[in-house]
Structures are given as C-alpha cells and as structure tokens.
C-alpha cells in the first residue's frame, strides 16, 4: 500500500463546510486539500429523491381502501345467508356460546330449546346466531 487515504470534515465556524481527503505519506506527515470554490459543484447537495414515487402510492391506496370495505361485506353477507338458511330443528351456536335447537321462527326472534330434560327455552335475535351445527 503506497497511499493511505483519510477521509475527515474539516471543523470551522466559518460558513458550509465540505468532506475534505488527506493523502498521507509515508512520514505519516498528512497532505491537505481544499476545494477552490466552497459555492461549486462540490458544495451542491443533491435533492433527495422519495422512497416511492406518486404514482406507486394511488394504486396501493385503491387495492388497501378495497380490502378494508370488502372484507366486513363480505362477512356480512355470509351472516345474511346463515340467517336465512336456519329452519326448525336446526342445531346451532350463539355468538356467546350457548347450544341449542330451534324451535320456532318469527321474525328477527328465534326462539331455542337448549335442555331436553327441562324443556328449557331461551329466545335470541337472529343476529346472535353463531353457526349451524347441523350443517357441520
């Protein structure tokens, strides 16, 4: 290795200052140079460019705004489809947990028997449907 080369900022509080080199010689006596014109094209900081650019950004919205408003529709109308499928003696499950066979239907009111034993009968809206046990 004939030339070893340091690279270092010079400390002045006197205007912008730049990375200037030292060549060092072997008397590890160090050679400094500064730049002629601290205005010239070394003194020019480039523009920093963005991570991604505009155009990128407006389809990437568009496929997340998609996936935010497509997923609870989608759910939604498979609670739909559940809700009108159930009929009497189907076996389900309450979103609280509670399994039960229908006994009747009116309305959005769906009326369970729960125990066979005691008869025991609770009424639940629709929407408090979990799944159908008996399709599984």
Partial sequence: MDNIWILAQAESNQGPTGITSEQ?????EAV???PSDPNGPAAQKPKPKPLIPFW????????MVFMLFRGPQKQKQQRKQLVQSLKKNDRVQTIGGIIGTIVDIKGDEITLKVD???NTKIKIVSSAIGKNISKD
């Fill in 24 to 28: 060092v010689t072997e008397e590890n």
């Fill in 32 to 34: 400094t140079t500064v």
């Fill in 56 to 63: 990128i950004l407006i389809p990437l919205m568009l496929v």
């Fill in 116 to 118: 066979e034993s005691n």
